[in-house]
């Protein structure tokens, strides 16, 4: 298994504006890169932009994003807010010449991450997203044993959502309706990154019912020849667990974290390490980051571009399309 791993060094200047959750795990996992400096933090609760700043020894407080990018010229700026706040923070950090990277979802739904689209390519930004599951050890390794497997394969993604648990954890009712982008892009983002090529087709089998959610169901085809499914349980029992098989080998990931395999002839499943990343900060963060400050270093990079995350949040409307 490769971990492709890249040399960010010599050095990368990192910004974040935000200060919850996610912001911490993102900080946790920039600051382990070699060459990266945290340089500064803005969020619109100074308190606990303050509260990071001294957790991970951040000398830079701001608040506003001018503020931010002119007292750090940064060279990656990393967005952490909410999902309703994405599309108005992301086109302020467009007015200035640092690249972005975005956690998802990249907008409250298809329409904000076309905004959002548009506004960096007015500025000629260069955005990224963060699609931490494509960053994962056990992604990574059936992703490249995958590229050794010859033939078509067949993606099965299995989802499991409720919205009374989005409702119960604060999300507003905005975010709850769309639910499918905020969090089921964790599992639709399996098809476009394990299926080749561009997607040909999506047919509704079990059509997304917003008024009476059960289940979803729907199948993907590739323009070259890859046939997905997904299937997604709403307000009942199931799993996180996506499976690849070719006519060789069969993959599994239930859960996301940790990768099985099947070879052809046999009935053992084979499992595949998980990395100390995986099992150190919140999974596959870590070495994204390190690929999100190689991009902003014009170095080669796996980050996920803006327009790749665009063509995810364009496969969940359809396959939930009424």
């Known amino acids: 298994m490769t971990f492709s791993r890249v040399n960010t060094v010599p050095r990368c200047k990192v910004a974040l504006i935000g200060a919850g959750s996610m912001a911490r795990e993102h900080l946790r996992a ?146 709850v309706a769309n639910w499918m982008f905020a969090n089921s892009i964790h599992l639709v983002d399996y098809l476009r990154f394990l299926g080749r090529g561009r997607v040909a087709a999506v047919e509704r089998i079990a059509r997304w019912t917003p008024e009476k959610p059960f289940m979803v169901l729907a199948q993907v085809r590739f323009e070259s020849g890859d046939l997905g499914c997904y299937e997604g349980v709403w307000h009942g029992p199931g799993p996180w667990a996506v499976q690849v098989t070719t006519a060789g080998k069969r993959w599994e990931m239930r859960p996301l974290e940790q990768a099985v395999f099947q070879a052809a002839g046999t009935r053992q499943l084979q499992p595949v390490p998980v990395h100390d990343w995986d099992r150190e900060f919140k999974p596959g963060f870590r070495l994204q980051a390190e690929h999100a400050a190689a991009a902003a270093l014009n170095r080669p990079s796996e980050a996920v571009p803006l327009g790749e995350a665009l063509e995810t949040m364009r496969l969940i409307h359809a396959i939930f399309a009424p």
């Not at 067949?154 to 999300?171: E, F, M, N, P």
Request: hydrophobic share 50%.
């Open 30 to 175: 920039f600051a382990a890169v070699p060459g990266v400096e945290l340089a500064g933090i803005h969020s619109r609760t100074r308190a606990k932009a303050e509260a990071l700043a001294a957790e991970f020894k951040i000398g830079c407080v701001c608040d506003s994003v001018a503020e931010l990018h002119a007292r750090t010229r940064a060279d990656l700026v990393v967005v952490t807010v909410f999902e309703t706040a994405m599309r108005a923070v992301t086109e302020a950090a467009c007015e200035f010449p640092w690249t972005l990277f975005l956690e998802k979802p990249p907008g409250a739904d298809l329409a904000e991450a076309e905004a959002i689209v548009a506004a960096a390519d007015a500025r000629q930004r260069r955005v990224f997203v963060a699609l931490n599951r494509r960053f994962l050890s056990s992604s990574r390794a059936a992703a490249a044993d995958l590229a050794t497997q010859p033939g078509p394969r067949y993606i099965h993604v299995q989802d499991q959502q409720s919205l009374d648990t989005a409702r119960a954890i604060g999300h507003p009712e905005r975010v």
